[in-house]
């Protein structure tokens, strides 16, 4: 009998019930620790919802409930830094007429861009000032006067520096400025 009381004795003092005792006690320090958590994560959560709630409500209020006020341009012709360009300023006031039934009287000044340090396009284009002036001339006078408003500009620039490199030999025109473009009914 004495033999089974020291059977149950545990030498580190606690008692062993049989049942695997020692075991739920660490599995009761798990327990016991997840509520803590829990209530951790709920907090968090919580403020959270919170702040995002009050960035809400706080962008709101300052917008007023109305539309962004940063306007973005659409404008497709901006691919970022514009290149730098050689002008070609030579030419002189061009005058022409249109090919309305009605003429008008077109004035023209203009400067060609071409690739910046191009000696062999400037030398090109000074050579060949009067044929350029002839050619920016009939150009002018194949229009309406239709298609030399402000609207049509760039589709105009566009058109006048296509033929202009169909024109040269080597030179290449990379962009055309009006300094000067208008027209007076005649």
Request: aromatic share 6%.
């Amino acid at each position: 009998m004495a033999d089974e009381a020291d059977e149950k004795v545990d030498l580190g003092g606690n008692e062993d019930s049989g049942d695997g005792g020692g075991k739920k006690k660490k599995g009761n320090g798990l327990v016991m620790l997840l509520p803590q958590l829990l209530k951790f994560v709920a907090i968090g959560l919580g403020l959270l919802i919170l702040i995002v709630t009050i960035s809400v409500i706080t962008v709101k209020i300052l917008n007023k409930g109305g539309t962004s006020q940063t306007v973005v341009a659409d404008d497709d012709a901006y691919v970022g830094t514009r290149p730098q360009y050689s002008m070609f300023s030579a030419l002189p006031v061009i005058r022409a007429t249109t090919k309305d039934p009605s003429p008008y009287s077109v004035v023209v000044e203009l400067v060609l861009g071409y690739d910046l340090n191009n000696a062999t396009a400037a030398t090109e284009l000074t050579s060949r000032l009067v044929e350029l002036q002839d050619f920016i001339r009939n150009y002018f006078s194949n229009k309406y006067n239709a298609d030399l408003q402000p609207d049509k500009e760039t589709q105009l620039k566009q058109d006048l520096m296509e033929k202009l490199n169909r024109l040269l030999n080597t030179a290449k025109v990379r962009a055309v400025f009006f300094k000067q473009l208008s027209t007076m009914e005649m």
